[in-house]
């Protein structure tokens, strides 16, 4: 079912945004590795994460994670040490073309025996859980830091510790540090020297953790306080020092006119008169936040490079062709590299009335909505994909002033 969006003249609102996807998922990790359980709080309600808590309490040994990218990565790491454990975990048909190879030979040369069920170097995997001898472990910096953190997670628990180096250039340093610091927490010694971090056997100590509102979410707040004609919009419990590294936005938001005021309560959006010409940026410790930015500036008409993006080909979808794909129908035509994606700032004529694919991924409904302020009545297909980080979406679009409607004869309107 399409749903047709439609845009309020402006936005005053205060959200309470979803908890953090990426740091709920590793405390649930990190407490199934825990010998007793974890007090944490606020753990994101999320698809990704109810994935995660169901295979870790689910009795019998086939496990499917559906669309969840995490998932397939964490708990194919989480159950590769589980001794005396035998499973299978398997997928949508898009997981089942998501590359998992790296990571497979990465566990498999510390000693894991998990073999492909279906197609080699890709899910399903059947897991025949042990101890594993750890050592030291040479990765290429580029890949996705999923895997990394995947690996490290479950260091302690290795006979010899982990000793890890990445070559060439780390991309997703954000993520690998919120890992390391979280292990840290819960009384983990993590020690990095430039690109080798060395992890020894240890074990994981319960603590108090609560997790914090996700930064991925506000970045569509900070999209629609820059498209609104005005906006003032407070995000609550949001902090400068937060462990997520798509707090970034805040930052990448300024030239695009949108400036951040910090307090002890949270974060408040206004619209500022700042502006540039040309927008370039290295994303490749923040890609998640690349279809955010990238429909952004087409639709206040800024050209923008945006480099680092290598790991958006292997996402939910190919975000860089989905990208492509949607914004030419909107009239924006983008140039494309396997790494890149830029805009020289010219249109042609959009599509009258703009249906916008989503390739079942979260981020592509949630970053096209706010283009109903341009293109009122803006078609989003199938809307419950939000569902996998942000399933009060589109409520909170709603109190906000948007308004949605079936996309039939006899629409029903939210």
């Given at each position: 079912m399409n749903y047709k969006v439609f845009a309020p003249h402006d936005c005053h609102i205060e959200v309470e945004l979803p908890a953090s996807k990426s740091i709920s998922n590793r405390a649930l990790v990190i407490n199934a590795?825990?010998?007793?359980?974890?007090?944490?709080?606020?753990?994101?309600?999320?698809?990704?994460?109810?994935?995660?808590?169901?295979?870790?309490?689910?009795?019998?040994?086939?496990i499917d994670i559906h669309g969840a990218g995490t998932a397939m990565r964490f708990l194919t790491a989480y159950y590769a040490q589980k001794r005396d454990y035998e499973c299978i975990i398997s997928g949508s048909e898009r997981m089942k073309q998501r590359p998992i190879k790296i990571l497979v030979d990465a566990l498999r040369s510390l000693g894991a025996d998990i073999r492909y069920f279906d197609k080699e170097g890709f899910p399903p995997l059947q897991i025949f859980g042990k101890e594993l001898r750890g050592g030291e472990l040479s990765l290429p910096g580029n890949v996705s830091s999923q895997y990394i953190s995947a690996l490290l997670m479950i260091a302690p628990y290795m006979q010899n510790g982990l000793e890890l180096t990445l070559t060439g250039k780390i991309v997703s340093t954000p993520y690998i540090e919120m890992t390391l610091e979280m292990m840290s927490h819960f009384g983990i010694e993590t020690h990095r020297s430039n690109n080798t971090i060395r992890i020894p056997a240890g074990r994981y100590c319960p603590k108090q953790f609560q997790i914090e509102p996700d930064w991925s979410a506000a970045s569509y707040w900070y999209e629609i306080a820059a498209l609104a004609p005005e906006a003032e919009i407070f995000l609550p419990n949001l902090s400068n020092k937060s462990l997520q590294g798509d707090a970034r936005i805040a930052a990448l938001f300024e030239p695009l006119g949108v400036s951040s005021l910090f307090s002890q309560e949270g974060i408040k959006l206004r619209k500022s008169d700042k502006t540039i010409s040309l927008y370039e940026q290295d994303l490749s410790e923040q890609p998640d936040l690349a279809q955010t930015l990238v429909v952004t500036c087409c639709l206040i008409g800024l050209p923008f490079k945006f480099t680092g993006l290598q790991t958006l080909k292997i996402k939910e979808t190919d975000r860089i062709s989905a990208l492509q794909n949607e914004l030419i129908k909107l009239g924006y035509k983008l140039i494309s590299s396997d790494k890149s994606l830029e805009w020289n700032g010219e249109s042609i004529a959009p599509k009258i009335t703009p249906v916008i694919e989503t390739y079942d991924d979260h981020r592509m409904a949630m970053a096209f909505a706010p283009a109903s302020f341009l293109f009122p009545g803006i078609k989003i297909k199938d809307i419950s994909v939000v569902?996998?980080?942000?399933?009060?979406?589109?409520?909170?679009?709603?109190?906000?002033?948007?308004?949605?409607?079936?996309?039939?004869?006899?629409?029903?309107?939210?």
């Amino acid at each position: 079912m399409n749903y047709k969006v439609f845009a309020p003249h402006d936005c005053h609102i205060e959200v309470e945004l979803p908890a953090s996807k990426s740091i709920s998922n590793r405390a649930l990790v990190i407490n199934a590795l825990c010998d007793d359980s974890i007090p944490i709080t606020n753990v994101s309600d999320c698809d990704d994460t109810r994935v995660m808590k169901q295979a870790f309490t689910k009795k019998n040994s086939s496990i499917d994670i559906h669309g969840a990218g995490t998932a397939m990565r964490f708990l194919t790491a989480y159950y590769a040490q589980k001794r005396d454990y035998e499973c299978i975990i398997s997928g949508s048909e898009r997981m089942k073309q998501r590359p998992i190879k790296i990571l497979v030979d990465a566990l498999r040369s510390l000693g894991a025996d998990i073999r492909y069920f279906d197609k080699e170097g890709f899910p399903p995997l059947q897991i025949f859980g042990k101890e594993l001898r750890g050592g030291e472990l040479s990765l290429p910096g580029n890949v996705s830091s999923q895997y990394i953190s995947a690996l490290l997670m479950i260091a302690p628990y290795m006979q010899n510790g982990l000793e890890l180096t990445l070559t060439g250039k780390i991309v997703s340093t954000p993520y690998i540090e919120m890992t390391l610091e979280m292990m840290s927490h819960f009384g983990i010694e993590t020690h990095r020297s430039n690109n080798t971090i060395r992890i020894p056997a240890g074990r994981y100590c319960p603590k108090q953790f609560q997790i914090e509102p996700d930064w991925s979410a506000a970045s569509y707040w900070y999209e629609i306080a820059a498209l609104a004609p005005e906006a003032e919009i407070f995000l609550p419990n949001l902090s400068n020092k937060s462990l997520q590294g798509d707090a970034r936005i805040a930052a990448l938001f300024e030239p695009l006119g949108v400036s951040s005021l910090f307090s002890q309560e949270g974060i408040k959006l206004r619209k500022s008169d700042k502006t540039i010409s040309l927008y370039e940026q290295d994303l490749s410790e923040q890609p998640d936040l690349a279809q955010t930015l990238v429909v952004t500036c087409c639709l206040i008409g800024l050209p923008f490079k945006f480099t680092g993006l290598q790991t958006l080909k292997i996402k939910e979808t190919d975000r860089i062709s989905a990208l492509q794909n949607e914004l030419i129908k909107l009239g924006y035509k983008l140039i494309s590299s396997d790494k890149s994606l830029e805009w020289n700032g010219e249109s042609i004529a959009p599509k009258i009335t703009p249906v916008i694919e989503t390739y079942d991924d979260h981020r592509m409904a949630m970053a096209f909505a706010p283009a109903s302020f341009l293109f009122p009545g803006i078609k989003i297909k199938d809307i419950s994909v939000v569902d996998k980080s942000y399933p009060n979406y589109w409520k909170d679009l709603c109190k906000a002033g948007f308004s949605l409607e079936k996309d039939e004869k006899e629409g029903t309107r939210l």
